[in-house]
């Protein structure tokens, strides 16, 4: 017949407080996050109902917008032959322009 094994209830208790512990900051931190996370959604679902979002938006993304719009004239004005255009980059920076516009990086 096989015996249980014992049950080290000290260690058992300890994890129990050390898991406690770990959770609370993370409860105490995040109290308006779903509330942020429905915001963005319907934003994003329903457009910006004032002008104040859409250049919000744009002034978080300026730098990338930027980057994106000079890597694409690059690819494409920057080369003499027109065969070396790399069409597949130049599609992902269009891309990438389309995205930044409408959604927060």
């Known amino acids: 017949m096989c015996k249980p094994p014992k ?6 208790f300890h994890h ?3 898991l406690s512990s770990n959770l609370a900051p993370l409860s105490t931190s995040c109290i308006g ?3 942020e996370a429905v915001e963005v959604f ?3 679902a329903h457009g910006y109902s004032s002008i104040w979002g859409a ?9 990338l917008l930027y980057n994106s719009i ?7 004005y920057g080369k003499p032959q027109v065969l070396n255009i790399n069409f597949f980059m130049i599609g992902y920076e ?11 990086a």
């Not at 049950?7 to 058992?12: A, G, K």
């Open 7 to 12: 049950v080290n209830y000290y260690n058992v």
């Open 16 to 18: 129990l407080l050390t």
């Open 33 to 35: 996050a779903a509330e």
């Open 42 to 44: 319907d934003d994003y």
């Open 55 to 63: 250049t919000d938006l744009l002034a978080n993304n300026f730098g």
């Open 70 to 76: 000079l890597n694409s004239m690059l690819l494409i």
């Open 94 to 104: 269009i891309g990438n322009i389309i995205y930044l516009v409408f959604y927060q």
